[in-house]
């Protein structure tokens, strides 16, 4: 082994440990606030969804790859790395489908009183909880399909249709397939792109636009510290470049590894790095940009930030 093969793993360690720490510490946080009875923002319903994908991202791509870098490869059965596989590209999904919703939502937050979409500002709260299950629903039903494609490495199956991947097969097809296969896997993801992009280029118009108002205001008037609203706009605004980043580091080397008859291992450990890339930075990109997460464990400070919610509420 390398001295370089040996610092790559080590990364991917690194990423894996902090990536789950980072992540099980934010999921915690919420499912306090949750069952002490705090009021959540409804942006915090979808944080919370990214972080349980952020957990499953980190533990069926990060914790397999380092069993078969060092343990063994052969760790598991073929329904073993189906699940794997499959519990990835759901997770992968989510992450992207979970970063759009709160992109286009706090969009249309913080867009002026007679936006168009003002019946969706009022029921965002709804809303956001229905696009939430629909996001899971819909990449469940995509990831299926790994269950039929991917194979063990040890199978009875002929390897001459066989794409060897680091510790499984996936099932080679004919051309026409194959694309087909990849347009399928890769719409749902262009599609959240796309809103990404869309709600991101609305909150900087939105802010600007703002910022210009309240320039043009007196001083007097205008209050020292910026509104919530505004905090979490430039908050998500980091957390979508951030993603955007990261997910075009992972798909370029994801893009050399399917052109690629058969992957070489530094390709195949990038392509692990940047998928743990994105996990493993956003519950420190969260916890530092939200003061609230970082005083938590302090009641007086919880209850400004977080009312609680009474009985007759619940009722």
């Not at 990835?88 to 992109?103: D, E, K, N």
């Not at 979409?117 to 029921?123: D, Q, R, T």
């Not at 980091?238 to 955007?244: I, N, P, Q, R, Y």
Request: glycine share 4%.
């Amino acid at each position: 082994m390398t001295a370089s093969e040996m610092s790559v793993r080590m990364i991917i360690l690194s990423l894996t440990i902090t990536g789950f720490l980072g992540n099980s510490l934010l999921l915690y946080h919420y499912l306090f606030l949750y069952l002490a009875r705090y009021r959540l923002r409804s942006t915090d319903w979808v944080l919370m969804h990214l972080v349980v994908a952020n957990i499953l991202t980190v533990l069926f791509k990060g914790v397999p790859h380092i069993m078969a870098v060092f343990v063994l490869k052969d760790f598991l059965n073929d329904i073993g790395y189906k699940l794997v596989f499959s519990f990835h590209r759901i997770s992968r999904g989510v992450c992207i489908g979970s970063t759009s919703i709160l992109s286009v939502f706090q969009a249309i937050i913080i867009s002026p009183r007679d936006y168009r979409y003002s019946e969706l500002k009022i029921n965002s709260h709804k809303y956001i909880h229905y696009s939430v299950y629909l996001n899971w629903a819909i990449h469940f039903l995509i990831s299926s399909i790994n269950l039929v494609n991917m194979r063990a490495k040890y199978g009875n199956d002929s390897r001459a249709n066989l794409k060897p991947h680091f510790y499984c097969y996936s099932v080679r097809h004919d051309q026409t397939s194959d694309i087909l296969y990849a347009a399928l896997l890769s719409a749902p993801d262009i599609l959240f792109l796309g809103l990404m992009l869309w709600a991101s280029g609305s909150m900087v118009i939105t802010l600007y636009k703002h910022k210009q108002r309240m320039q043009q205001m007196p001083r007097a008037n205008i209050s020292s510290g910026s509104s919530p609203e505004s905090r979490a706009s430039k908050t998500i605004l980091l957390l979508v470049s951030t993603f955007v980043s990261f997910y075009t580091i992972s798909s370029v080397c994801q893009l050399f590894g399917a052109l690629m008859y058969i992957p070489s291992w530094s390709v195949v450990h990038v392509t692990a790095m940047a998928s743990l890339f994105f996990p493993t930075v956003c519950p420190f990109l969260l916890m530092s940009r939200d003061s609230s997460i970082s005083s938590y464990c302090l009641p007086s400070k919880m209850n400004r930030h977080f009312p609680k919610v009474s009985d007759q509420e619940l009722n």
